[in-house]
C-alpha cells in the first residue's frame, strides 16, 4: 500500500456543517490563509454562515485526520450547464501541512468531481507565491492554462493569479497509468 492510499483510509472527508464554522472562520482569518485564498476583508462567524448557505451547487467538506481533528476544508462549486467544477482547498492546522492530508484531499474532490457530479474540467485558481499548491495541483496532473495579470486587487495592491486545470480525459489517463 502506498502513501496515497494509506491517507485515504486515514483522512475522513464529512460533509461541512455549522458545527465546522468556529473553526473555519478562525483559520479564515490567520493572515497566511487569508493570503494565499484572496481574502480582502476579515471573515464573522455571521458572514461565513451567510456565505455558506447562499451558495448554489457548491459541496464542502470537512477535512479530517486520524486523530478525529479537523484540520481543513475542500471544496467545489459545480456548474452543470458547462459540465465543470471549480476547486478550493485549504489545510488550516500548520501542524497538518506538508503531510500528505491536502494532496489526498485534492484527489477525493478530483474522484467526486469527475465520478459523481461527470464534470468534463475541474479548474482552479493560484497565486504565483504559492509554490506548495502550485506543485501539488502539478503533481495530481493539473496543467497551467495561463496568467491572469493583476487579477486580485487587496490593500493596494494588485496580484496575478494562475489559472489551472485538468480535463476527464487526462484524469483518466493519469488513472490508468496507477492501476
Given amino acids: 500500500m502506498n502513501q496515497t492510499e494509506q491517507l485515504f483510509r486515514e483522512i475522513k472527508f464529512v460533509p461541512y456543517g455549522k458545527e465546522h464554522d468556529h473553526k473555519t472562520v478562525q483559520w479564515l482569518n490567520d493572515p497566511r ?8 476583508h476579515a471573515i464573522t462567524m455571521k458572514s461565513h454562515r451567510k456565505w ?17 481533528i479537523h484540520q481543513g476544508n475542500v471544496s467545489l462549486t459545480y456548474n452543470p450547464k458547462h459540465h465543470s467544477a471549480y476547486f478550493q482547498l ?6 497538518a501541512r506538508g503531510r500528505g492530508i491536502g494532496y489526498t484531499a485534492l484527489l477525493f474532490a478530483m474522484k467526486y ?36 495579470r493583476e487579477a486580485h486587487y487587496n490593500d493596494g495592491h494588485f496580484r496575478d493569479q494562475l489559472s489551472y486545470s485538468i480535463l476527464y480525459r487526462e484524469w483518466e489517463e493519469r488513472k490508468g497509468e496507477k492501476e
Fill in 33 to 40: 490563509i487569508a493570503k494565499a485564498f484572496g481574502l480582502t
Fill in 90 to 95: 485549504y489545510i488550516g492546522e500548520q501542524q
Fill in 113 to 148: 468531481a469527475f465520478e459523481t457530479l461527470n464534470v468534463h474540467r475541474l479548474s482552479l485558481h493560484v497565486f504565483p507565491d504559492n509554490p506548495a499548491a502550485i506543485h501539488l495541483y502539478q503533481k495530481a496532473g493539473f496543467q497551467k492554462e495561463g496568467v491572469e
Fill in 52 to 68: 455558506i448557505e447562499s451558495q448554489k451547487n457548491y459541496y464542502i467538506w470537512a477535512i479530517y485526520d486520524q486523530q478525529e
